[in-house]
């Protein structure tokens, strides 16, 4: 591909070698345009050949050459636009390919179904406040899936809150005004998540959703899936995980250095 790419630039519109050469001084819009567009078709593809590198662990580690998540999709999008602009949905090239199968996968089966993802990290990782993980590109946060009051699945309005969606507070009845968490849509996600991992040769090693919620979830038709094969967290996590749910992902990391 990134022989191609170059073709492309050293031949801007298969001009004849003389024609190529007077233009070469005073290249024609049109030309350039050409090779912006094929550039941008091919970025993605270019970009997506270099893996990123992790290096220690969610909790004390960095990244390099991680990869911005798309800020939506056909049934996704980003918690808020402007954290994505900051810089703060960074994560490994290995993650970023099984979160975007995990929703393509999702849209195919439900596609009236909306997801909204919250932080992952810093480009170059390291802390990342106020998380006490997501410092090496393996760790996203997931704001639930939500229905409204005319019982439509809709984004969780993030955007409008003050800490862009982590201080909604939901119910014991999993209720925040109009919207009401919509377990089969998060127990999907859940499931596609893993299917897209294994398939990645990579799994899921750390799953963190309030304990309280936890029946309704296995309640689901992939409960038993999910009882079965992720790795929930057990004990009672430092903030509430009502409002969204955490994700570790398992990619190998160099060691920190010394
Ligand atoms: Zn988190």
């Known amino acids: 591909m990134a022989r191609l790419l170059e073709w492309f630039i050293i031949h801007p519109a ?7 050469s007077r233009l070469s001084s005073n290249v024609r819009p049109h030309l350039n345009l050409r090779v912006v567009f094929i550039a941008a078709f091919l970025a993605p593809t270019i970009a997506a050949a270099a893996e990123s590198q992790c290096y220690g ?4 580690g960095r990244i390099e050459g991680s990869v911005k998540l798309p800020v939506s999709g056909a049934n996704f999008s980003a918690y808020s636009a402007l ?5 703060r949905t960074h994560v490994h090239s290995k993650v970023a390919a099984i979160v975007e199968a995990s ?6 089966a439900h596609p009236d179904t909306r997801y909204v993802y919250g932080e992952t990290g810093w480009p170059s990782g390291g802390r990342f406040r106020p998380h006490r993980t997501h410092q090496n590109g393996l760790s ?3 704001f639930v ?5 005319r019982g439509q699945s809709v984004p969780l309005p993030t955007n409008l809150s003050a800490k862009l969606g982590y201080d909604v507070e939901f119910t014991q009845e999993a209720k925040y005004g109009e919207y009401t968490i919509d377990f089969d849509a998060l ?11 294994r398939a990645a040769g990579s799994g899921l090693t750390l799953v963190i959703f309030d304990t309280q919620y936890l029946p309704r979830l296995f309640a689901t038709q ?13 004990g009672k996590p430092w903030v509430r995980h009502d409002e969204h749910y955490h994700v570790d992902f398992a990619v190998p990391c160099k060691p920190n250095a010394a």
């Open 187 to 197: 127990s999907e996600h859940l499931y596609q998540l893993d299917v897209a991992a």
């Open 145 to 149: 899936p939500v229905r409204d009051a």
């Open 57 to 60: 662990s969610v909790s004390n």
């Open 14 to 20: 298969g001009q004849p070698p003389s024609r190529r």
């Open 140 to 142: 996203i946060d997931f």
């Open 83 to 87: 954290a994505a602009t900051a810089g």
């Open 222 to 234: 992939r409960g038993a899936y999910l009882k079965e094969h992720l790795p929930f967290m057990k």
């Open 103 to 108: 929703y393509k996968a999702l849209a195919a």
